[in-house]
């Protein structure tokens, strides 16, 4: 009953991660809602961020400009490289304020049936900035999954001739989490990372 | 740390209904893994919806014609009328498939502490309908709060005069609800609308 035009809006909202067919629908009935100047401003957006955003040449960090903010910061620790699969898990990161150094995006992680080898990876920049610069130690923080550990295993090999420290963040009990309903691999993770007090 | 177009398209995504800032962030990174066509073809989507969809002339529903599908369809009952705030509320009593007759879309509902007086709401072209039609019968479709239950009796004395049969459809337990959870506004409505069998 919804009108062809309407159809094609709920498709098109529907293909983004996350968007069921009703919110889909409800989001598309809100866009008729909106005034032409507010839908214009949205579809600018769309198409100028995809225009404009790049990735960083040394970190591959989403960035308009060549090399991303942290890259250019020169308050940051040069010396420590934090790995992860995505750039948006660099915002988590940041919010704690308490990682100083800087970043390198794979860009995915190992998963050969599915197509992602090595060479997929934002892998030759990473190792360019360990063998040029002097960094001192790479943290792995890839997600807890079979992927990620797989990746995890591979980049420690990997960077294993530069006599670089390699750390792994720790996987357990989320803060505020409940060990009662914890699944076994995290109770396991927990009780293989404890520490001494 | 996300770059500025990034940003804007974040707001976008945000003040969207039901989109919070984590969602919002989540959409706009997946748009920068969207190919330039794919985002070339939402953003279309959005301007030609907009564009395209305008309101049925004579119930007030979304339509790309002067006259939507339903109100043109010579099968559908043309004496009973069911009045919905909102286009969107159509498709749910569409599904079932049970109602065969046509609809009124008031656009709104009385909220005058709001702003929304018996003016901005899609009245007229109702009382004309009831007035010039052969219409049997009213079916007041509204949302069960305080809003929809005062312009359900707004509506009552509105349309008093033409002596047309006006119904409200059920409050209750919905099917699948558990009367142990039910809220007391819903287990008295329920108590009302009892039926003898």
């Given at each position: 009953?919804a009108?062809?035009?309407?159809?094609?809006?709920?498709?098109?909202?529907n293909?983004?991660?996350?968007?069921?067919?009703?919110?889909?629908?409800?989001?598309?009935f809100?866009?008729?809602?909106?005034?032409?100047?507010?839908?214009d401003?949205?579809?600018?957006?769309?198409?100028?961020?995809?225009?404009?955003?790049?990735?960083?040449?040394?970190?591959?960090?989403?960035?308009?400009?060549?090399?991303?903010?942290?890259?250019?910061d020169?308050?940051?620790?040069?010396d420590t490289?934090?790995?992860?699969?995505?750039?948006?898990?660099?915002?988590?990161f940041?919010?704690?304020?308490?990682?100083?150094?800087?970043?390198?995006?794979?860009?995915?992680?190992?998963?050969p049936?599915?197509?992602?080898?090595?060479?997929?990876?934002?892998l030759?920049?990473?190792?360019?900035?360990?063998?040029?610069?002097?960094?001192?130690?790479?943290?792995?923080?890839?997600?807890?999954?079979?992927?990620?550990?797989?990746?995890?295993?591979?980049?420690?090999?990997?960077?294993?001739?530069?006599?670089?420290?390699?750390s792994?963040?720790?996987?357990?009990?989320?803060?505020?989490?409940?060990?009662?309903?914890a699944?076994?691999?995290?109770?396991?993770?927990?009780l293989?990372?404890?520490?001494?007090?």
């Open positions: 009953m009108t062809k035009s309407l159809e094609i809006l709920i498709d098109e909202f293909r983004l991660p996350g968007i069921g067919r009703k919110s889909a629908t409800r989001l598309a809100h866009i008729l809602e909106m005034s032409e100047t507010e839908i401003r949205f579809a600018l957006a769309l198409k100028s961020a995809k225009e404009k955003v790049k990735r960083c040449s040394v970190c591959g960090n989403f960035s308009e400009e060549e090399v991303c903010s942290i890259c250019r020169e308050f940051r620790e040069k490289i934090c790995v992860v699969e995505d750039s948006r898990d660099i915002i988590p940041e919010k704690t304020n308490r990682f100083k150094g800087k970043y390198h995006v794979l860009n995915g992680k190992l998963d049936l599915n197509g992602i080898t090595p060479d997929k990876l934002n030759k920049k990473l190792l360019e900035r360990v063998a040029n610069n002097e960094i001192s130690e790479v943290i792995l923080a890839l997600n807890p999954d079979l992927e990620g550990e797989t990746t995890a295993l591979y980049l420690t090999r990997l960077l294993k001739p530069f006599e670089v420290k390699i792994k963040i720790a996987s357990g009990i989320p803060m505020g989490g409940n060990i009662e309903f699944d076994t691999a995290t109770i396991s993770k927990a293989e990372g404890r520490q001494e007090l």
